[in-house]
């Protein structure tokens, strides 16, 4: 199931507004699984970023907004009882006893953008030092510029008391 899909239920009247569900750590796919299995309208908005794993450069897939994800719901029609109890689910967010609602053109400005961004997030930003981890560079510092495409970076790098430009694979960087 995509995590950022968007599941109809037979909740749909005229009356229902988005609430957001506040969701145990690292839990929000496996709540948004789990509400959408059991027939409810849930928008959980993911990105693709790059992030270091043991020393590759991978594409993982991360929520928009950590521990939160967005329910539509009637006031008078929906069972609101078992999500409380729904794997992943810490709570419904709430203003003393009463749940907040979010405006619907919140939630439909979100929806109206891509849910995933390939490679919007890089996990080095500019002007960050960086150092080079292979080739003729290895070990030597320098400066993230901008990423070239998916798998390479511009870096500049002081060579003979000069700045050069380098076009490097994103893979042979890390931070200092």
Known sequence: MEPSHIASGSEEGTSASWYVIQCKGSESFRAAEHLTNQGYEVFHPVLDVKRRRQGKLV??????????????????VSNWRPIRSTRGVLRLLTFGNNPVSVPSALVETLRAQPHRQEGSHTYFSAGEKVTITEGPFKDLEAIFERCKGEERAIVLLNVL?????LNVPLDQLRKP
């Open 59 to 76: 594409t993982v897939t991360e929520p928009l907004f950590p521990y939160y994800l967005f329910i539509r719901l009637d006031q008078v």
């Open 161 to 165: 008391q000069r700045p050069q430009h």
